[in-house]
């Protein structure tokens, strides 16, 4: 048992004796404990002071100190007390927190005392690694028997050393068979298989743990050949001449057990030779290293396969790809990528939750690979992207025939935990004829496809060219500005009037974002508004047009004549702003902060938002409107309206989108304005058109008793400063 500060304190006999013969064969010893330990360094201290030592690998004066340092100033002191000590991180070890000075930088420890057949301590072996070791019950056996065959070298250099055959001689043979005994009793207590052969193969000892670990009795393995541990096809005899050049060697191979089945082990033999350096034996120590092939296999099948779906994983795909690819490059064959990026995944995650999503992505997994030869790779590359590897294919038939595979297939329900549940794939695919010298290529052009397929609309696939890429790299640059673009104070607002049709005068604004690029020039919002949705750079950019516009309304306020009451200014709300939990907080702010006039304030906000209906919706248009704020309904008519519960909503106007108003919308389109604006005068609510040109059209409206207008008939988007002197002009249409 290891020693512990609450063992009583032994008191052990010591010797001291010449040692300078056996330093060979003790050096031996801690070169065996080195390798078959796997530690940097191993030391035999002796308590005369005399140390032995090996050291593998490292700069030469790694472990200097571990090996020279006399036993009384080691941690090797606390076990020629007699106990065996074993620590698994020595730096945290109460013993060296109490004996600062015995810790030489070593962390995993096992130290073992040598202790002759009379009981005398003669000293210690140990082994170091520089690193945290839990040490295990075949190492701890093993060091025991490496120190018995230590206490037994020192025994004979005793015995060799004593003058005279009589008395002394007796005493040394005496203590030489009690080494012997305990030697045997070690060997038979090992975890570790041990086997003794002749120079003929002969099995003349085996232990119990390496008859067992081969499913044999020990007596039926006396006399018989080593080769009846091997396989057929590895049985070979011993090349005498062949292990006369070598003293130890080491493999890892395949053994047999008595019932047929096969396991893998590590053998470790060393030859034994006589006095006169002829070799007559082997030794050898056999280890099932089954659970650590087995732990290998799953950490390799960790690496390179997605633990869900069981399918390869990005890392093998890309390694199988660039084998194709240079075989593409060889001109033996040719390739093709298919990426595939399923539909509606996150709703299945949001509205069934995440043990529902991984069983879709299994039940996927299993799909995609109905569509494809056996031999094909098809790979789960990220959360819900797959990717297949279609090798020596001729043209783009194959791929596109299993794209429109995989979309039927994916088309059809999915039971998942009882729940018939819909998804659907859209699909990208990239050619070898481009040319590919990387696998990350492929991949990437691949998910340009698949990316402009589900922007097409879902359940396509597209074949990747090169003006996708260079639209991507177009887009990530543009990304890239826009990110900057608040820091640099690029973006600027202009604003178009609002009409009172009734008068003629202006009522108000809307705020109209525009970006001044400063290579690109004047970017309007439609090129880059769905960008910022996409990469949330609308939350920032938002906060800054409701911040500005509501400053400039206070200026205009104070600069305006009252006659028309206050000016008024209306902002866009996109769907991210309006899903802020702090969306309330953050208008009531700006309004106190700016002091704008009560009720000036217009948020037009999109149908899709409004139209969802739920308890969130309704809550956050109520504080909205107790702030005093108006609320309209941006671009009516262009979505789904349901009348049943827009009366519900707390609305202050509809505005009329300018499709209706166009000189394409058709003749029938005034009617349809006109059931707009009695509709909306029902519900008790005003109403604005937008995108109005002409005089004819403003004396329609006035005749619809339609409230305001908007477009380019009354003035263009403006500037601060035109807007400005528009107000010096007070103009009447």
């Known amino acids: 048992m290891p020693a512990t500060l609450n063992d009583p304190p032994a008191r052990p006999t010591h010797f001291r004796l010449p040692i300078a013969h056996g330093h060979a064969a003790l050096e031996r010893l801690t070169q065996v404990a080195e390798r078959m330990l796997d530690v940097p360094v191993s030391v035999i201290s002796l308590v005369e002071g005399v140390t032995v030592s090996t050291q593998s690998g490292g700069a030469p004066d790694t472990w200097r100190a571990r090996r020279e340092t006399p036993i009384a100033r080691s941690l090797c002191r606390h076990v020629i007390g007699g106990a065996p000590l074993f620590i698994e991180d020595a730096r945290a070890h109460p013993l060296v927190r109490q004996d600062p000075g015995a810790w030489l930088g070593e962390v995993g420890y096992a130290g073992v005392p040598i202790c002759t057949?009379?009981?005398?301590?003669?000293?210690?072996?140990?082994?170091?690694?520089?690193?945290?070791?839990?040490?295990?019950?075949?190492?701890?056996?093993?060091?025991?028997?490496?120190?018995?065959?230590?206490?037994?070298?020192?025994?004979?250099?005793?015995?060799?050393?004593?003058?005279?055959?009589g008395f002394v001689g007796a005493i040394g043979q005496a203590r030489g068979r009690l080494s012997l005994r305990m030697l045997e009793k070690a060997v038979e207590t090992m975890q570790l298989g041990v086997t003794i052969t002749d120079t003929e193969g002969r099995i003349l000892y085996t232990n119990p743990a390496d008859a067992r670990m081969h499913g044999y009795s020990i007596d039926e393995l006396r006399g018989r050949h080593a080769r009846i541990f091997a396989p057929p096809e590895h049985a070979r005899p011993i090349d005498r001449d062949a292990i006369e050049d070598v003293t130890s060697w080491a493999r890892e191979t395949v053994n047999v057990r008595k019932d047929g089945s096969l396991f893998p082990v590590l053998l470790r033999s060393?030859?034994?030779?006589?006095?006169?350096?002829?070799?007559?034996?082997?030794?050898?120590?056999?280890?099932?290293?089954?659970?650590?092939?087995?732990?290998?296999?799953?950490?390799?099948?960790?690496?390179?396969?997605?633990?869900?779906?069981?399918?390869?994983?990005?890392?093998?795909?890309?390694?199988?790809?660039?084998?194709?690819?240079?075989?593409?490059?060889?001109?033996?064959?040719?390739?093709?990528?298919?990426?595939?990026?399923?539909?509606?995944?996150?709703?299945?995650?949001?509205s069934l939750g995440r043990r529902a999503g991984d069983a879709l992505l299994a039940g996927v997994g299993a799909r995609l690979r109905e569509c494809v030869r056996p031999e094909t790779m098809v790979a789960r590359i990220a959360g819900d992207e797959f990717a297949i590897l279609l090798d020596e294919t001729q043209g783009l038939g194959e791929a596109t025939r299993v794209a429109a595979c995989l979309q039927e297939s994916l088309a059809r329900p999915f039971d998942v935990d009882g729940s018939e549940v819909f998804t659907?794939?859209?699909?990208?695919?990239?050619?070898?004829?481009?040319?590919?010298?990387?696998?990350?290529?492929?991949?990437?052009?691949?998910?340009?496809?698949?990316?402009?397929?589900?922007?097409?609309?879902?359940?396509?696939?597209?074949?990747?060219?090169?003006?996708?890429?260079?639209?991507?790299?177009?887009?990530?640059?543009?990304?890239?500005?826009?990110?900057?673009?608040?820091?640099?104070?690029?973006?600027?607002?202009?604003?178009?009037?609002?009409?009172?049709?009734?008068?003629?005068?202006?009522?108000?604004?809307?705020?109209?974002?525009?970006?001044?690029?400063?290579?690109?020039?004047?970017?309007?919002?439609?090129?880059?508004?769905?960008?910022?949705?996409?990469?949330?750079?609308?939350?920032?950019?938002?906060?800054?047009?409701?911040?500005?516009?509501?400053?400039?309304?206070?200026?205009?306020?104070?600069?305006?004549?009252?006659?028309?009451?206050?000016?008024?200014?209306?902002?866009?709300?996109?769907?991210?702003?309006?899903?802020?939990?702090?969306?309330?907080?953050?208008?009531?702010?700006?309004?106190?902060?700016?002091?704008?006039?009560?009720?000036?304030?217009?948020?037009?906000?999109?149908e899709s938002v409004i139209m969802q209906h739920t308890g969130a919706v309704n809550a956050t248009l109520a504080r909205l409107k107790a702030l005093g704020v108006q609320l309209y309904i941006d671009d009516f008519g262009t979505g789904y309206s349901s009348l049943g519960y827009l009366h519900r909503l707390p609305l202050d106007a509809l505005k009329i989108d300018r499709s209706f108003v166009s000189a394409e919308a058709g003749e029938g389109s005034l009617q349809l304005v006109r059931t707009i604006v009695a509709m909306a005068h029902a519900l008790g609510v005003k109403v604005v058109t937008e995108g109005i040109?002409?005089?004819?059209?403003?004396?329609?409206?006035?005749?619809?008793?339609?409230?305001?207008?908007?477009?380019?008939?009354?003035?263009?988007?403006?500037?601060?400063?035109?807007?400005?002197?528009?107000?010096?002009?007070?103009?009447?249409?």
């Open 117 to 165: 057949g009379d009981g005398v301590v003669a000293g210690s072996l140990c082994a170091a690694d520089g690193r945290p070791r839990a040490w295990t019950e075949g190492e701890v056996d093993l060091l025991q028997w490496l120190a018995a065959f230590a206490a037994m070298v020192i025994e004979r250099r005793m015995g060799a050393i004593a003058t005279g055959a």
């Open 270 to 350: 060393d030859l034994v030779k006589d006095s006169a350096g002829r070799p007559v034996g082997l030794v050898t120590c056999c280890e099932d290293i089954s659970p650590r092939k087995e732990l290998e296999r799953q950490l390799l099948r960790n690496a390179f396969y997605d633990t869900l779906t069981g399918l390869p994983n990005r890392g093998l795909f890309s390694h199988r790809l660039e084998e194709a690819i240079e075989r593409a490059f060889r001109g033996e064959a040719h390739f093709a990528v298919l990426m595939v990026g399923l539909d509606r995944f996150k709703l299945v995650n949001d």
């Open 424 to 606: 659907g794939a859209s699909v990208g695919i990239a050619l070898s004829v481009s040319g590919y010298e990387r696998p990350e290529d492929v991949l990437r052009d691949a998910a340009i496809a698949m990316y402009r397929s589900k922007d097409a609309g879902r359940g396509l696939y597209e074949v990747f060219d090169r003006d996708m890429h260079a639209a991507a790299m177009e887009r990530l640059r543009l990304e890239m500005d826009l990110r900057r673009a608040l820091e640099r104070d690029e973006l600027c607002l202009f604003y178009q009037p609002i009409v009172t049709l009734e008068t003629g005068r202006i009522a108000g604004f809307e705020a109209l974002i525009r970006w001044r690029h400063p290579e690109r020039g004047l970017i309007l919002p439609d090129d880059f508004i769905p960008l910022a949705e996409e990469t949330g750079l609308i939350l920032p950019i938002g906060t800054w047009v409701l911040e500005e516009a509501c400053r400039e309304l206070k200026r205009w306020q104070e600069m305006a004549s009252g006659d028309g009451g206050p000016l008024t200014m209306a902002v866009n709300l996109s769907a991210r702003q309006f899903a802020r939990a702090d969306l309330v907080e953050h208008v009531e702010r700006v309004l106190a902060e700016t002091a704008i006039a009560q009720g000036t304030l217009k948020l037009e906000i999109t």
């Open 693 to 733: 040109e002409t005089a004819e059209l403003v004396s329609e409206l006035r005749a619809l008793r339609c409230e305001y207008g908007q477009g380019f008939f009354f003035a263009r988007p403006l500037e601060r400063e035109a807007v400005e002197a528009l107000f010096a002009e007070d103009p009447r249409w």
